[in-house]
Every structure is written in structure tokens, then in C-alpha cells.
């Protein structure tokens, strides 16, 4: 099944305390981006992805790093969470933005106590 | 900057026939599209315009006018499981970025 996986699904965490949330997708996707959805502000885009080793900032990237080393894979990493990282996150890929629909991962609920 | 406005909340009744506006003033456009979310849930693609017209698909048509930096999504013969946030979201030039508006939150009622 064509699918966008993201884990963990839920985690609190405490601030300052490493975390990582992982995206992987299996269509084969050149594009990968991630998103923040938070109540009243809507999906942000955090960092997107057009290829391996290709990475670029989106609207809102501070406090949070990105790799691209397999084209199936994205992760996010949060090096010192913060209180104000937490949010619903969702994971998305694309064969290519310009008239490509994205498909989202499940998305990953964060609360940083 | 980037700015995508669209009503926070409006509601209709089943079987009705029901517009969602949105309003764009963004620097590059390359294209518009429209994604469904539903409470709790991912969103799902419903449609996208890069040329200025009405996009039919089913029950779900998109209009784009670029000159007005509008779009409209019609839902026709609405139903009950059509109540859900509606997302317009912008991609702009230059950097392959994508701006969502806040959504529209539609209720269906009987």
C-alpha cells in the first residue's frame, strides 16, 4: 500500500531532552516536507525536501533540523525542544510540487513539558 | 510576505449547495490547491488550479482567478461526512514552498 509512515504517532517529551520523529514514504517520491499545525495558525511548512541531500528552509524552520540521506526517508529532530514546539506535526510527500497532489503522513502529536 | 485569508467557520444543510472563498497576496504563484481535513486526520488533496477557470471533479469544483488572486471551492450536494476544515494552500515561486491558509471550518447540518 502507497503510504506516508511517521513514529512516533504521540510522545511527551521534556524540554531540552533530544527527540527525533521519523517520515518515511514508499512511492518512490522526489519531494518530502514537513508541517506544524497549530489551532488558529493552520498547517506551516517547517522544511521541505526536493531530492537526497537537497533541503531547504519553509515558513517557520527555527529549533528544528533536517537530513534527507535516502529518498524514502526525512526525519525531523527537535536538538533542544522547547515548550513552544508543541503541535501536531505532519509528515508529506510529492513525485514533485508543481501539479502534484502531497500525500501526508498520519501526523505526530508533541507536548514538550 | 504571504497572505491567504478564508472564512474561519460556515455551515450549511445536507443537500445544499455551499462556496468557500480564499484570498491570496503572495510573492510568485505557481499554482492553487484546496486539501479536506477532517477532526483528527490528515489532509487529502481535492483539487488544483494553475490556470484561471473552473476545475470540475464530481460533487467538487475549484474556480482560480490569478489577476484577483482568488479561488472558490464548490461542494455540491453536500452530505453529512463533507463536514470538515477545508485548506487553500499556495505554491510560490522560487523556492517550491507552500503556504496554507487557516482553513474553513464547515458543519453540515440536517
Known amino acids: 500500500e502507497a503510504q506516508v509512515t511517521q513514529n512516533p504517532r504521540y510522545l511527551i517529551t521534556v524540554t531540552g531532552k533530544k527527540l527525533t520523529v521519523t517520515c518515511s514514504q514508499n512511492?518512490?517520491?522526489?519531494?518530502m516536507s514537513w508541517y506544524r499545525q497549530d489551532p488558529g495558525l493552520g498547517l506551516r511548512q517547517i522544511y521541505y525536501s526536493m531530492n537526497v541531500e537537497v533541503t531547504d528552509k519553509g515558513d517557520v524552520p527555527e529549533g528544528y533540523k533536517v537530513s534527507r540521506k535516502e529518498k524514502r526517508n526525512f526525519p525531523l529532530i527537535l536538538e533542544s525542544p522547547s515548550p513552544n514546539q508543541t503541535s501536531l506535526y505532519f509528515c508529506?510527500?510529492?513525485?514533485?510540487?508543481?501539479?502534484?497532489?502531497?500525500?501526508f503522513g498520519p501526523g505526530t502529536r508533541l507536548t514538550v513539558t | 510576505g504571504q497572505n491567504i485569508d478564508q472564512p474561519t467557520e460556515m455551515t450549511a444543510t445536507e443537500g445544499a449547495i455551499v462556496q468557500i472563498n480564499c484570498t491570496y497576496q503572495?510573492?510568485?504563484?505557481?499554482?492553487l490547491f484546496w486539501y479536506q481535513q477532517h477532526a483528527g486526520e490528515a489532509p487529502t488533496f481535492l483539487s488544483y488550479?494553475?490556470?484561471?477557470g473552473l476545475e470540475e471533479k464530481g460533487r467538487f469544483s475549484s474556480f482560480l482567478s490569478r489577476s484577483k488572486g482568488y479561488s472558490y471551492l464548490l461542494l455540491k450536494e453536500l452530505q453529512m461526512k463533507d463536514s470538515a476544515s477545508y485548506l487553500c494552500?499556495?505554491?510560490?515561486?522560487?523556492?517550491?514552498?507552500?503556504?496554507f491558509g487557516t482553513g474553513t471550518q464547515l458543519k453540515v447540518e440536517l
Open positions: 508529506a510527500s510529492s513525485p514533485g510540487l508543481i501539479f502534484h497532489e502531497q500525500y
Open positions: 488550479n494553475v490556470l484561471d
Open positions: 503572495t510573492s510568485g504563484f505557481n499554482g
Open positions: 494552500a499556495v505554491h510560490t515561486g522560487g523556492g517550491n514552498k507552500l503556504t
Open positions: 512511492m518512490n517520491h522526489e519531494y
